[in-house]
């Protein structure tokens, strides 16, 4: 909130008979909308300044790329394994350029059929992934660095699911990061819509140049680059503060 807009309120509300205990939510409630403010406004700065930096990497916004996608990074929520928001406010979507070309023809195909794409990961800064193995390590869900890096953190994999035109998620396997026992890329639990649904999501990712991987069905990897080396991109390359 702008200072002269706060003097104001305050102002307004020191000769009024509103009761002292309310002056103080009132007060309470603005310092809180202050503070959102300011960190909207910092995450959009810090937004911008990492889409800028990132196209010396090769790394470009998801959003502006693949018209229509939906973007929920869940690492920005307290939603998964760490159960706090790793992912700084304005945290950018990211992926390689010819990765990101893959997910629009994805996202167009599915479009076609009534269907679209959320992603729940993509770009994910090596300092983040190390954070994810300290808090989840145990549950086999993050890859091990001593095989190499993450290809998320080359901006080459996705973590994704199928939604319907009105943005709702379909029915999957399992949830985000979630039991891992039940998470493999083939269905087996018996459920046609779930199997359907699935099928959908792994037709249009393999036609557009995506591959699959056997423990988590939400995961794809551009294939041009499965038997390749790469280049991981760190959150401070790009200006971005990790929590
Ligand atoms: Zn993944």
């Known amino acids: 909130m702008p200072e002269t807009c706060l003097a104001a309120v305050l102002n307004g509300s020191k000769n009024s008979l509103v009761p002292a205990f309310s002056r103080l939510a009132v007060l309470i409630l603005i310092a809180a909308l202050a503070s959102t403010s300011c960190s909207v406004r910092q995450g959009g700065a810090m937004h911008a300044q990492a889409v800028a930096r990132a196209r010396k ?17 869940r690492y920005g929520t307290r939603r998964h394994v760490a159960g706090r928001a790793l992912y700084p406010a304005g945290m950018p979507c990211l992926l390689r350029q010819v990765t990101a070309e893959k997910l629009r023809r994805a996202q167009a195909m599915l479009a076609a059929q009534g269907y679209g794409l ?45 939604v319907d035109q009105s943005g709702h998620e379909m029915r999957m396997p399992t949830g985000f990061d979630e039991d891992f026992e039940h998470a493999g890329e083939t269905y087996t639990g018996g459920d046609p819509d779930i199997a359907r649904n699935l099928t959908i999501l792994q037709r249009a990712m393999r036609a557009a140049g995506f591959s699959t991987v056997a423990k988590e069905w939400w995961h794809f990897d551009d294939a041009d680059f499965v038997n390749q080396g790469q280049r991981v991109i760190y959150a401070s390359e790009l200006g971005i503060p990790v929590l």
């Open 118 to 162: 959320r992603l729940w990961d993509a770009w994910r800064p090596p300092e983040v992934h190390l954070l994810l193995l300290h808090y989840g390590g145990r549950t086999g869900m993050f890859q091990n660095i001593e095989g190499g890096w993450s290809r998320h953190s080359g901006g080459l994999s996705v973590d994704a699911t199928l």
């Open 57 to 73: 990497y090769d790394l470009v916004d998801v959003r502006r790329t693949v018209p229509g996608v939906q973007i929920d990074l």
